[in-house]
């Protein structure tokens, strides 16, 4: 039913460990074969293409359903209809930022402080050139095909790059001096294909999917039975995403409490949780959370 587009390269992998976490396991005979499958009646192609490119082939129908960042829908001005954000991305569950960055002897303090003429290469050339003109800065920008960051200060005087936690500028002696767009990655389809109503509930199953998935990640079930006498204040300690669930045993005036937890912070929490009367807690991992 669907056409699916996923994301070539830094994305790849983690985009793969999401579908799979989803129970939408991605297949295809070789890291480099750029044709997959998913044995989901609501996917009937797979397709890996760069990021940057996925925007305008979703636009022009070439397929129904992509996952791409912000900042590309943004750079090639795409009109597509947004699923919403996957908070995920290739090092962390942060942005991408969408930066400008100088030298770190640099004299400029805001965009403001760029000179007439300022040398600017980007991977980005259309957003950065709408970000310099709605700041007034008449700058020449110079679009990059990668290793932006090394252009510095032979080449150009500054770049536009993608960074998520800043560290790799730092290394190459670069500071941030204005953040231009913040992005996440993002599910995106058609809009003609989104309108067709078979399709678009085949497409919010996905998404709902996706975000359980995503939900899941950090997070575990506890099980554990408690007596009455010690109920109120055993729940009380539960940081739980919902309330928990509470079943009376049939039997010896207990309770089986479920619940689920951010995995982080466990360690000192199941200690304590038996200190204060919990029995029997098991920690079980999760891979959805369905809201």
Sequence with gaps: ML???????????ATLDLFDAADLTVRRSSDRDYHASIDDPRIDKVRFLRPQEIPSYIERGLFDLGITGRDWITETGAEVASL????YSKATSQPIRVVLAVPQNSPWQSVTDLPEGVRISTELPATTARYLEASGVKAMVIPSHGATEAKVPDIVDAI????????SLRRNGLRILDTLLTSYTELIANTDAYA?????????DIALLLRGAIQARGHVLLKLNVAAAQLEAVTA???????????????????????????RGVNTLIPALKAAGARDILEIPIS????
């Design 237 to 263: 300690m539960l940081p739980a995403l919902s309330s928990p669930t509470i079943t009376t045993l049939a039997r010896g005036g207990m309770n089986a409490v479920e619940t689920v937890v951010p995995k």
């Design 288 to 291: 959805k959370i369905v809201e």
């Design 84 to 87: 919403g954000e996957l908070h």
């Design 160 to 167: 536009v790059d993608l960074t998520e936690t800043g560290s």
């Design 3 to 13: 056409s699916l587009v996923l994301p070539k390269g830094s994305l790849e992998r």
């Design 196 to 204: 067709d109503p078979e399709k678009r509930a085949a497409m919010d």
